[in-house]
């Protein structure tokens, strides 16, 4: 079951540079391990800004939740989800 | 070079129905074309609503526009595109 | 798996009163018929509008599309989605 | 007397992590206890945001202000309500 | 218990000026009669729109709802209801 | 002559809860001067927000923006003023 | 006493090309005798757009309703009023 | 040439009550110079709000820019400027 | 001088194609001129839409809005203009 | 490949003055750089207003985000980017 989200990231600037490089070191572990597992298919930067868009494809929407709030930047990104349905004109 | 795009359909109340349905056909036809060739990676429908969200694989910016306004259903639909990057965390 | 729902009608001006009435009927069946089958488990009226939120349980997303395009007044309402997960306070 | 409301949680950055925690628990009492007297019949986390959507059940908009601002994390809280009423269709 | 509400006019092109005309005598008869039965507390113009914004003392968001839609006019508004509550620093 | 005024709340986050009574207290004073000066004829707490509509008669929009800047809570509070006319169909 | 007002013109496309410019006769002469008559103290284009902005110089928020829903083309405008304040820099 | 400009003002918490009266001061000198010069043929104050609209009268955008960003308490206010033509109903 | 319009196309429905086909027609040989002239320096499709946006090199704003409603297809176009200025870093 | 992007400094209250202008400065060179290479082909200042439009000239999305996200000021832009194509009308 496919949702589209987009996380937009805001860092408080109370962060530090180095609080800001490891937090995002544990994201990139975070994110791969979860493509690996093929629960989250695509991930994109949207040019020009700090956010992405991203699908993901889970059994259920607490499954969802669980993933999207264990990313270690959850805190600090607003993340918008859109559920997706198969489309008839879809070949796939 | 990735584009995301998110397209909803508004028909013109003064479309018979035998127009609406003549033209869902042709716009399958385009639209399983572009997938056969690639240039439209993935469509999916946004759950209840008359509307997709279709990622895009095209050279340039004008041989994309001359895709959308291909659709037979273009002058019905209202589009955004947003251009996708690489993601630093993305597998692929 | 839970979903709100918001769904706003508006009828096309060229309807007929008898139309309407006629497609409200249908309406009443069809949404009678998914609350007794589990699919819809609530539906309010949004005081002063004609619109409702309503809260569906489906195995899927695509199943909730299903079930919010078959609805007979689906050409005439708008409709946004919401993925719900249980809440962490949440007695039930 | 129903009424719907979102509230979406946003803390401030001086709290500490203590604070919150702390802040956490006494919710989770506030709100359990509320629905166990059924002032609270649903509640819901909104899938991937810090947010839910609620359903209050009170005598009147007085009490429902009282049982609103009265969350712990009202301070935090950025709530939106919406007054419900009886839908023709439904069963219940 | 009060309810503010924000009541926008807005006549379909096909009505002809009897109707309208009509309908705002219509209009004038629900309303005041509302106001002699106290259901509806104030009703005020908003300068230079085809708007109101009226206060509503009801027992019930039901009862509202029922108030709303028995106006005239009510197909061509659009109506957002505000629940009101008693203010600390009211001296009512 | 009438106005209507939204009135929303902010706090900036260095105020010391010291203060922020003793300004809640200075301005239940202020507003309550007001009202026995009929320049506020009513003050409602909008449900679940730290929010209120009011309801100012001055004579000018002079008179009201040195009343609206009086408030002590002034420098922490958005405005939005709608003036308002009698309506055709009130009664009063 | 000052008021600012953003007037956006918009036609249904039932009205004749005739109708349009006989409307935008009577409107000039209202406008102009408003002119005259120091109610209306300014009226510029808004470059680009079938609006203008106005700065009207009334007694009261009812004469006000009044000048502007006498406006010939009232029904087919929308209409943003701003109250204006003296400003403490201002040298007039 | 005339342009309408709309000016927000927010200032960081961090400025002291003497550097916001010592900016006021300057604002006050550079805005009256303006007057007198002819740049700035109106200023009125929005009521309920830190915030004006103003009239400017300028050769060119570059030198409204630089009317603009040499206002004193630039940095701390939001400006939107639209441009205005001559009113085909304008008497002046 | 110059000023970046962003220009959305809408036709009513009751046009016929042969007069969208003859106005398209007539706005290429105006846009034309316009560009052989200097007035119009730049105009780019957006991606998607039937919509563009322009670079206009005007001597006023009077010039500028004469050259926008002269456009054939200008009462189908809502048109935002937004005056730009040099800027610090242009190395034109 | 053109694109075009509106560009929004902000720069964080605890920033220094010197941290501000040492930034800008920097930001001039990468800037100029950009335009000597080709790649930003325009750059305007939005009158009133920190921010930018500007043009790019690039082969790839994957370049243009390479190009803005390498700006010294990017940390404090908000950027939004739209994909330019030919214009039918345009004569270059």
């Given amino acids: 079951m496919l949702f589209l989200a987009r996380m937009d990231v805001q860092f408080p600037s109370h962060l530090s ?34 956010a992405n868009y991203s699908v993901f494809d889970v059994a259920s929407n607490d499954e969802l939740h669980g993933v999207l709030s264990g990313f270690p930047m959850y805190p600090y990104m607003k993340i918008k989800v859109t559920p997706l349905a198969k489309h008839p004109n879809s070949v796939r």
Avoid: N
Avoid at 40 to 48: C, E, F, K, M, P
């Fill in 17 to 50: 540079p180095e609080d800001v490089t490891r937090m995002q070191g544990l994201e990139k572990e975070y994110s791969q391990a979860l493509q690996q597992k093929g629960r989250l298919t695509s991930i994109w930067r949207v040019v020009g800004e700090y």
